[in-house]
């Protein structure tokens, strides 16, 4: 009996090169087991994750990440239309948002710079995403855009 | 995710290809379409790193970013690659021919295999939402800064995350967002999937024609399905096209510590070059690779350390502007808190550190069994004669590993032993390394293995 071209079952047990040739037989054996094994499991989780995208809406795709931080995707998406491109913003945080999770606050403005791009955040910008925050400390001149009632706004600051 | 932006990457990873094979041409040549054909992985994967290289130095010298730059400089490296080859006939020896086997039964059902896998990849991805912590946070909105901006943004490269990462994957991601006509950040995981295509191809591209089929699918496949894998490949960030490049430049010089084909280094420099530019991690994965280079040439270090240490310089040097413009912009955050010598005043740490490596790559949640094959195939190798490919090997894990530890000791803000999570500390992705460089050496070494010393790439 030969199990590869030449070679025989009992010059496996041959120092050295029978040995190493019986080690990677052994070797082949467990990559191919665990391969098929894992292949199988590997094709179907990602099938369950095409299914589980597919099955996502358009937001939700988009926010992914951020949906552990964002509490009304609403707001990022009137900031998006109202700010015009090369205008500025800055989020300004506090802790009056309903629905905030522990990432909201530490992490919203994160979040919003990469969404509102190419708009730019600044300290002195007269948009304000107020994310909880004390809107009276805006000034005066603070005119609110949009308000989602829950302690979200979008709010113009006079110039 | 539209037709449309789907189209965009095809071009886009079109262009890669060509220049990829335009430099292939002029480092290497070729005898036939079947060659070609082959190799067509590779290529596509020097795309990349030229690309790459190339769009990153554009970005330091202030070239403005847009889809005419990207498409003049794939055209413009093509062009360098054509006179390249002309000064490159003059030394370069014929190649070693790619001996095409017919697809065997072994190479026909694990190919088979290799493209259900990658077709639900794709499915996977296409309409993934950008999840990864490290991907929305920094390097897709670096790729959009450069998308909307034209360059390096002053203000969100100095307020993104690490300020210091080098943009190359910024870069290539800013392309596939021209190329798809807008900042579609969905369909840009279809990037990443092309990436790991063009890895997997250059692999088995490589090793086809060198190792036995059955020693070399088993283990590609099972890389591939580790469940790290599987589950990150396709995150639009840097550390799997870290882990392809590097992989692919270690695997080269193995080649080249055999063959002595000179376009099997320039290649490895190109990758090294690249990987350097990818994450500052590639700096560390590039100097194991030329020092495990070094140490398996020692015997013939007159004649191989030369071109090894040009190699090396090749690599560093594309690197280079990069750091000078980091540099020059005050931007900090590549060494650690307490520098370099924080190492020592927290000697404590280098065993926890050490252990926390360790027990990361050999965790079979993450990656299998790979790193005790790896184990076994080195030990393999050596015990049948072979003495170059096995001690390249060794020497490359030992300095990962270690190399890995030292980073782990020296960020004193990391927890060890390993509790935090991912996103916080990096082991899990800089451990990543290991397993995919395995996917490319095991089965050369279980081919040294079993030719023992008649394998005629070990007569050197």
Redesign the interface.
């Known amino acids: 009996m030969r199990i590869a071209r030449g070679l025989r079952p009992s010059e496996l047990l041959e120092w050295?090169?029978g040995?190493?040739?019986l080690?990677?037989i052994?070797?082949?054996a467990?990559?191919?087991v665990?391969?098929l094994v894992?292949?199988v499991?590997?094709?179907d989780?990602?099938?369950d994750?095409?299914q589980r995208?597919?099955a996502?809406n358009f937001d939700?795709?988009?926010?992914?990440?951020?949906n552990s931080l964002v509490v009304d995707k609403r707001a990022l998406y009137e900031a998006r239309a109202l700010i015009p491109e090369d205008g500025t913003y800055r989020v300004v945080t506090g802790p009056r948002v309903e629905g905030a999770t522990e990432l909201t606050e530490p992490y919203i403005d994160?979040?919003a710079?990469?969404f509102l791009?190419?708009r730019?955040?600044a300290a002195d910008a007269p948009w304000v995403l107020c994310y909880g925050c004390e809107r009276s400390a805006l000034g005066d001149s603070a005119e609110v855009v949009w308000d989602n009632g829950a302690g979200i706004s979008l709010v113009k600051v006079g110039e | 995710m539209t037709g449309h932006a789907l189209v965009g990457l095809a071009m886009l990873n079109a262009l890669m290809l060509g220049v990829g094979v335009a430099a292939l041409w002029a480092f290497r040549g070729w005898r036939s379409w079947a060659e070609i054909a082959g190799l067509s992985g590779l290529a596509y994967m020097l795309g990349v790193a030229l690309m790459g290289i190339a769009l990153t130095l554009e970005l330091v010298l202030g070239v403005p970013f847009s889809l005419a730059t990207v498409i003049l400089t794939g055209g413009g490296l093509v062009l360098v690659s054509a006179a390249a080859r002309r000064s490159l006939m003059r030394w370069r020896p014929v190649p070693t021919e790619e001996r095409i086997r017919g697809l065997g039964v072994v190479a026909a059902v694990f190919g088979a295999?290799v493209l259900?896998?990658l077709e639900?990849?794709f499915?996977?991805g296409?309409?993934?939402?950008?999840?990864?912590?490290d991907?929305?946070?920094f390097w897709?909105?670096k790729a959009?800064?450069i998308y909307?901006?034209g360059g390096l943004d002053e203000?969100?490269f100095r307020?993104?995350?690490n300020p210091t990462y080098p943009p190359l994957v910024p870069a290539l991601e800013a392309s596939a967002f021209h190329f798809m006509g807008s900042?579609d950040?969905?369909t840009l995981h279809v990037q990443f999937w092309f990436f790991a295509c063009g890895f997997v191809a250059a692999v088995a591209g490589l090793l086809a024609p060198r190792v036995l089929p059955?020693?070399l699918w088993?283990?590609l496949?099972?890389v591939?399905?580790?469940?790290r894998v599987?589950?990150r490949t396709l995150d639009p960030q840097a550390d799997f096209l870290l882990d392809y490049l590097f992989a692919l430049a270690a695997l080269l010089t193995a080649l080249w510590l055999a063959e002595r084909q000179p376009w099997q280094l320039m290649s490895a420099s190109l990758f090294l070059g690249a990987a350097m530019l990818t994450k500052r991690d590639g700096l560390l994965l590039a100097a194991c690779v030329i020092f495990a280079a070094f140490v398996a040439s020692w015997r013939d270090r007159r004649s191989a350390w030369p071109p090894i240490a040009l190699a090396a310089v090749f690599g560093v040097a594309v690197s280079v502007p990069w750091r000078v413009w980091f540099s020059s912009q005050d931007l900090s955050g590549e060494l650690p808190e307490a520098g370099v010598s924080g190492m020592f005043q927290n000697l404590d740490r280098a065993w926890p550190a050490f252990i926390s490596v360790l027990s990361t790559a050999l965790d079979s949640d993450l990656w299998?069994?790979i790193l005790p094959?790896v184990v076994?195939?080195v030990?393999?190798?050596f015990?049948?004669?072979a003495r170059v490919l096995p001690t390249f090997a060794l020497v490359l894990y030992i300095t990962l590993i270690a190399g890995v530890t030292a980073v782990l000791w020296s960020f004193t803000e990391l927890e060890l032993p390993f509790v935090q999570d991912e996103g916080v500390n990096p082991i899990v992705r800089l451990t990543a390394s290991l397993v995919v460089v395995s996917g490319a050496l095991?089965p050369l070494l279980?081919d040294a293995?079993?030719r023992?010393e008649t394998r005629p790439q070990e007569g050197n």
Do not use: H, T
């Open positions: 050295p090169l040995i190493a040739r080690g990677v052994l070797c082949v467990v990559a191919l665990l391969g894992f292949f499991r590997a094709v989780r990602l099938g994750d095409a995208n597919a996502l939700d795709r988009e926010f992914a990440g951020g994160q979040f710079r990469s791009m190419p730019r955040p | 295999l259900v896998y639900a990849l499915r996977a296409r309409l993934a939402g950008l999840s990864a912590w991907a929305w946070a897709v909105p959009k800064a909307f901006f203000q969100f307020e993104l995350a900042a950040v969905v059955l020693l088993p283990f496949v099972l591939l399905v580790a469940p599987v589950g299998l069994v094959l076994a195939a030990v393999l190798a015990v049948a004669g095991v279980l293995a079993w023992g």
